[in-house]
């Protein structure tokens, strides 16, 4: 049999206040839980709010947590584009029909660059936290240890994104369980945005060195896509006009929130 998601998931994503935004006919499916101040949480590329899953109950005991599908992803309709600023446009829009003042904002890998797209559209806010963001330096590729899944039968297709997760994801084998793998399957298999493109021609300097609030910046010592380069970027961020923090956690691959859910949690209760 293959594993489905947690019933623990269904159960958190039924207790969600649901919003609809939509902008030049892409539509985008937010999330929303708990109360006090607003804080935006941007999942990583392939996935959906479920990047969040273990981070919304803990995070809901002090925040507002707003939690887009990005467009592309998850429940919301797919769009195509390579500029930063029409596809932050987007996001920008459904977040103003949400929350209309300043938005503290944490964005996971593809999302934390999304997130510096909103500065552009007027989003600003007291803190940006960055994790295993793939911007700021060089990308390590490990496509060629990701394993094809589409048109394999149930149980190879099963395996393969546990493969995926294992190779991409996350950093300790212990995190390799049956849960993480069907959450990986429920993102890729619902995802049609490919955005590779969308990084290229930034200017990192531009879009992080300003003076709006603090910067923090977290990778494991395992991401998959960052580790040979993790000096590289906390050089950078150490040259940044601005209050900044950057950690590395060690033994945790790429999706800290899920792996190292506590550690993340603390940092971002602790704003």
Not at 84 to 91: A, F, I, N, Q, R
Not at 127 to 141: A, F, N, T, W
């Amino acid at each position: 049999m293959i594993p489905t998601l947690p019933q623990w998931i269904t159960d958190l994503d039924a207790r969600a206040e649901r919003h609809e935004s939509e902008k030049d006919g892409v539509r985008m499916v937010w999330r929303m839980w708990g109360e006090g101040e607003p804080l935006l949480l941007l999942h990583g590329g392939s996935g959906s709010w479920m990047h969040w899953a273990r981070n919304i109950g803990p995070l809901s005991a002090r925040y507002r947590l707003i939690v887009p599908d990005l467009p592309g992803f998850g429940a919301s309709d797919p769009f195509q584009t390579r500029s930063l600023p029409d596809y932050s446009g987007k996001v920008a829009h459904g977040l103003r029909e949400i929350e209309g003042g300043p938005v503290r904002i944490a964005g996971f890998s593809f999302g934390s660059v999304i997130g510096l797209g909103l500065r552009g559209h007027g989003i600003t806010g007291p803190d940006y936290v960055m994790i295993g963001s793939p911007g700021l330096g060089k990308v390590h590729p490990v496509t060629d240890q990701l394993m094809k899944w589409r048109g394999l039968a149930p149980e190879d297709r099963f395996a393969a994104h546990r493969n995926n997760v294992a190779v991409l994801m996350l950093g300790q084998p212990s995190a390799v369980t049956d849960e993480a793998a069907a959450i990986q399957m429920a993102h890729a298999e619902r995802a049609t945005g490919r955005y590779r493109g969308i990084f290229h021609g930034l200017r990192w300097r531009d879009l992080v060195d300003h003076r709006d609030g603090k910067l923090t910046v977290l990778y494991g010592d395992r991401d998959a896509l960052c580790w040979r380069h993790i000096p590289d970027r906390e050089a950078f961020v150490a040259t940044l006009n601005r209050e900044t923090e950057f950690a590395v956690l060690p033994g945790m691959g790429h999706w800290l929130a899920y792996e190292a859910a506590d550690a993340v949690n603390a940092r971002l209760l602790a704003l």
